[in-house]
């Protein structure tokens, strides 16, 4: 009995992984919308089957690089690298608040590199863009220096909510349904080949982990547990460790597709953002992170995206067909 509710008391923190996915997803639904009016897009053809193999080919880019600054301990690297990356994502999610709130629209020449900054960081001309930069850049680098200079677990976890629900919206606004899907896939072959085959993904996260860097939700044990103090722990050991970890990719992937969804179907919207395919979707998820939480159970590292894509693409596929594929 003492032994059913001690792993009963260690599984509830979990409940909070469902909430944070919710949250996540809503308000990348939320952001949807400014991001569109203020001309925030990762790919300028939203339909193109092309965008999940660029995807699939920056994210393998990336993984290499880090990889290779672990082999050789090049720590105070890899924390620039990965720092630089999530100001200018910072500077991506606050644009679209920011430029939305100010009706700043991020119109450029089309060129290949406004893909990677906002056009209008670089075209600021008129007092109105120049002070809605200068906000985008002030918050971005408060928001990147807060992470980093005070990486508790309710800050990261807090700026991780806004930071995977404006990467979400974005990408979701970009990418029509089948690139989506398609993109869902992949990635989910692709993490379970990284994590139980090759490993090289659980290599990936103990790096970044022994740096503290803020790029994972983290959900506490105990109450007066510090992640800035006690970190996480080998994840390659497995065993008991002070927090429940997962990965922003984890929510943010199928929060894309929740997006998606909801710019690309038709159907009746409850409150303005839900269709079926969307609450398909939305449901979809945590069903899949419900199945995923059960192996985490383990103590064991999990592949987060098989079950919570294909959860999330099933979901989505019923509630679509619920409209008749409209």
Same mark, same amino acid.
């Given at each position: 009995?003492?032994?059913?509710?001690?792993?009963?008391?260690?599984?509830?923190?979990?409940?909070?992984?469902?909430?944070?996915l919710?949250?996540v997803?809503?308000?990348?639904?939320?952001?949807?919308a400014p991001v569109q %009016? #203020?001309?925030l897009? *990762?790919?300028? &053809?939203?339909e193109? =089957?092309?965008?999940?193999?660029?995807? +699939? $080919?920056m994210i393998?880019?990336?993984?290499?690089?880090?990889?290779?600054l672990i082999?050789?301990?090049?720590?105070?690297?890899?924390?620039?690298?990965?720092g630089?990356?999530i100001?200018?994502?910072?500077?991506?999610?606050f644009?679209a608040?920011?430029?939305g709130?100010?009706?700043v629209t991020a119109?450029?020449?089309?060129?290949?590199?406004?893909?990677?900054v906002?056009?209008?960081?670089?075209?600021?001309?008129?007092?109105s863009?120049?002070?809605?930069?200068?906000?985008?850049?002030i918050l971005?680098?408060?928001?990147?220096?807060?992470?980093?200079?005070?990486p508790?677990?309710?800050?990261?976890?807090?700026?991780g909510i806004?930071?995977?629900?404006?990467? %979400? #919206?974005?990408?979701? *606004?970009?990418l &029509?349904?089948?690139? =989506?899907?398609?993109?869902?896939?992949? +990635? $989910?072959?692709y993490?379970?080949i990284s994590?139980?085959?090759?490993?090289?993904?659980?290599t990936?996260?103990?790096?970044?982990m022994?740096l503290k860097?803020?790029?994972?939700?983290?959900?506490p044990?105990?109450?007066?547990?510090?992640?800035?103090?006690?970190?996480i722990?080998?994840?390659?050991e497995g065993?008991?460790?002070s927090?429940?970890?997962?990965?922003?990719?984890?929510?943010?992937m199928?929060s894309?597709l929740?997006?998606s969804?909801?710019?690309?179907?038709?159907?009746?919207?409850?409150?303005?953002?839900?269709?079926?395919p969307?609450?398909g979707?939305?449901?979809?998820s945590i069903c899949?992170l419900?199945?995923?939480?059960?192996?985490?159970m383990?103590?064991k590292?999990?592949?987060?995206?098989?079950?919570l894509?294909?959860?999330t693409i099933l979901?989505f596929?019923?509630?679509?067909a619920?409209i008749?594929?409209?």
């Amino acid at each position: 009995m003492d032994t059913t509710f001690a792993r009963l008391k260690d599984a509830l923190p979990l409940l909070v992984m469902p909430i944070f996915l919710i949250v996540v997803e809503l308000g990348a639904l939320l952001l949807a919308a400014p991001v569109q %009016s #203020a001309g925030l897009v *990762a790919f300028q &053809d939203p339909e193109s =089957v092309a965008n999940p193999f660029i995807f +699939l $080919a920056m994210i393998l880019g990336f993984t290499i690089v880090i990889l290779i600054l672990i082999k050789y301990a090049l720590k105070k690297l890899i924390a620039a690298i990965i720092g630089l990356s999530i100001f200018f994502t910072f500077c991506f999610v606050f644009a679209a608040l920011v430029y939305g709130a100010m009706n700043v629209t991020a119109a450029g020449t089309g060129a290949w590199w406004e893909d990677l900054v906002p056009a209008v960081l670089v075209y600021s001309t008129t007092a109105s863009t120049i002070v809605a930069t200068a906000l985008v850049l002030i918050l971005a680098t408060f928001a990147t220096l807060l992470l980093y200079k005070y990486p508790e677990w309710y800050v990261i976890d807090l700026l991780g909510i806004l930071l995977a629900a404006g990467v %979400s #919206a974005i990408f979701g *606004a970009s990418l &029509d349904i089948l690139p =989506v899907v398609l993109l869902l896939l992949i +990635l $989910a072959v692709y993490d379970a080949i990284s994590v139980y085959k090759t490993k090289h993904m659980i290599t990936l996260a103990e790096g970044v982990m022994d740096l503290k860097t803020p790029i994972l939700f983290v959900i506490p044990k105990k109450r007066d547990y510090s992640f800035i103090k006690e970190g996480i722990g080998k994840i390659s050991e497995g065993g008991e460790r002070s927090a429940f970890i997962i990965g922003m990719g984890d929510f943010i992937m199928p929060s894309i597709l929740v997006v998606s969804a909801g710019i690309f179907t038709h159907g009746t919207k409850y409150f303005g953002i839900l269709n079926l395919p969307v609450l398909g979707a939305i449901v979809g998820s945590i069903c899949g992170l419900v199945v995923l939480l059960y192996f985490v159970m383990s103590g064991k590292p999990q592949a987060g995206l098989p079950p919570l894509n294909g959860g999330t693409i099933l979901g989505f596929i019923i509630g679509w067909a619920l409209i008749g594929f409209a």
